[in-house]
């Protein structure tokens, strides 16, 4: 088979031509198109552009909603620890004043809170004497 | 022939933008349609393509630094947007570069705008199996005939390294049409 050498054939040329007269119009195709770049596109990016930031805003806030309510909703009732916190830490009112205004529903609630077998009941009776007093003074 | 200097002057003022502009559309039109035609081959996409470049160079004029000369300015535009095209074109087909390129090669005969015969054809197709920057460097000096240095200012390399990518394309393309 014979080398084939760039260098030795007659130049090939790439063989593409443009349509007849296409020279003569591009131009005006051109300038046409810029045209209506200037005079259409650019004011209508700049609406869509508005409209789009409004948009975004609206979805935004409507986002919030549930997160403002939750709070809102948060700020109305306070949470177990913090009444627990302020029961204890802050206020003058004593165990006996709290054991004092529970009444016969709360007691049965917290027997079924906190359930203890007997043998740790009793553990911790005989660990705490006082305790006694306590359970005199209800009755 | 005006200094381009004075030329770009009259591309940025707006009492003289519109002429200075239809004349820089009609002194570059045809070199730039060839270059973008080597690239995309099919006179549709060069149509599309040789406009776009041609409203970016407009948009950008004020941009246009006068660090390179006017002609690498937009010849690296019009390159750039001819491969963007071809990239985007293959992406939305789902085939590669190559595949799309070769497809549209097997098409020529049939192109009205086409007037090659085998060999034409054969070159082609082996300039196809080349890297990008290869291909580039063979189109812009085989086909449209530009300088080293002209082709090193466009495509930013050495003339070296240009120099170098030539001789390798041109082995390649002579093995590709001995064996095929």
């Known amino acids: ?139 | 022939m005006i200094d381009e200097k004075e030329f770009i002057k009259q591309l940025l003022t707006p009492e003289t933008q519109n002429s200075a502009f239809q004349k820089l559309l009609s002194d570059y039109q045809r070199p730039l349609y060839s270059h973008i035609r080597n690239i995309v081959l099919n006179h549709d996409d060069a149509d599309d393509v040789l406009q776009n470049t041609f409203v970016k160079v407009f948009q950008n004029l004020k941009n246009f630094k006068g660090e390179s000369k006017l002609f690498s300015w937009m010849y690296r535009i019009a390159t750039n947007e001819a491969l963007t095209f071809l990239s985007q074109k293959a992406k939305l087909s789902g085939i590669t570069s190559e595949a799309l390129q070769n497809k549209t090669i097997d098409n020529l005969k049939a192109d009205l705008y086409f007037d090659g015969d085998e060999i034409q054809i054969k070159l082609q197709k082996a300039i196809v199996t080349l890297p990008e920057k290869q291909q580039l460097v063979f189109k812009m000096k085989y086909f449209e005939e530009l300088k080293y240095e002209e082709i090193a200012d466009i495509l930013g390399t050495s003339v070296g390294a240009l120099k170098a990518s030539y001789h390798h394309a041109v082995k390649k393309i002579e093995l590709y049409v001995t064996s095929n």
Request: charged share 25%.
């Open chain 1, 1 to 139: 088979m014979k080398t084939f050498k760039l260098e030795n054939e007659p130049k090939i040329k790439s063989g593409f031509k443009a349509p007849e007269n296409y020279f003569d119009t591009f131009q005006e195709k051109v300038l046409q198109q810029l045209n209506e770049k200037e005079v259409k596109v650019i004011p209508f990016y700049k609406r869509t552009k508005i409209i789009s930031l409004a948009a975004a805003a609206v979805i935004g806030f409507a986002l919030l909603i549930p997160i403002v309510n939750h709070y809102k909703t948060n700020s109305n009732e306070l949470d177990e620890a913090t009444l627990e916190n302020y029961l204890s830490y802050h206020s003058n009112i004593s165990q006996y004043d709290l054991i004092q205004n529970l009444d016969d529903n709360d007691i049965e609630k917290l027997g079924n809170d906190v359930t203890l077998e007997d043998e740790t009941l009793e553990d911790i009776l005989v660990a705490s004497p006082n305790i006694e007093h306590l359970i005199s003074e209800q009755n």
